[in-house]
C-alpha cells in the first residue's frame, strides 16, 4: 500500500460509491462535477480514464487516483508559479514589450528604492541573457528565477 495523505484517501472513498475500492468513469464524471471542474459525457469520462488508469482495468484505484491528485496539485502549483512569474516579469517591460531592457530595469529598480546606472542594468541583463541579444525574454527571466 502507499504511503499517501488521508484526505485523498477520504475523497477518494467518497466517490467510491459503490465501494469496490474502485473509481469507474462514472464516479470520475461525479468527482469531476463535485469539484466544479468539468461535466464529462460518459464517452470523454471513459477517455480520460484511460490516460489516468496505467494498469488499463478500466477503472481507479486509490494509488492511481492518488498519483493522479499529485500530478494535479503539481502541475496547479507550477502553473501558479509561472502566472505569478509572468505577472513579475511584466513589472520589469515597458508598456506592450516583451522584454526586459536596460532602461525598463532601471525604472523598475528606481520604483524599489534602487538608484542604479544603465551600465550596470546591462551588467546585470548580460547575467541572464542567455541568447546575448540584451533584451531578456520571459524564457530567460524564468530560468533565472527558478
Known sequence: MINCDNSYKRIFK???????????????????????????PMEEARELMELMD???DGLLGLEEF?????????????????????????????????????????????TLGESTSLEDCCVMIGEFDVNEDGVPSFDEFKLMML
Open 66 to 110: 492518488v498519483g493522479w491528485m499529485e500530478r494535479e496539485v503539481k502541475l496547479g502549483d507550477e502553473e501558479r508559479k509561472i502566472k505569478e512569474l509572468r505577472e513579475a516579469f511584466r513589472m520589469y517591460t515597458m508598456e506592450g514589450s516583451e522584454c526586459i531592457t536596460p532602461k525598463s530595469l532601471k525604472r523598475m529598480l528606481s
Open 54 to 56: 496505467p494498469n488499463g
Open 14 to 40: 467518497r466517490f467510491d460509491e459503490d465501494r469496490d475500492g474502485k473509481l469507474s468513469p462514472s464516479e470520475l464524471c461525479h468527482f469531476l462535477e463535485t469539484i466544479g471542474e468539468l461535466q464529462l
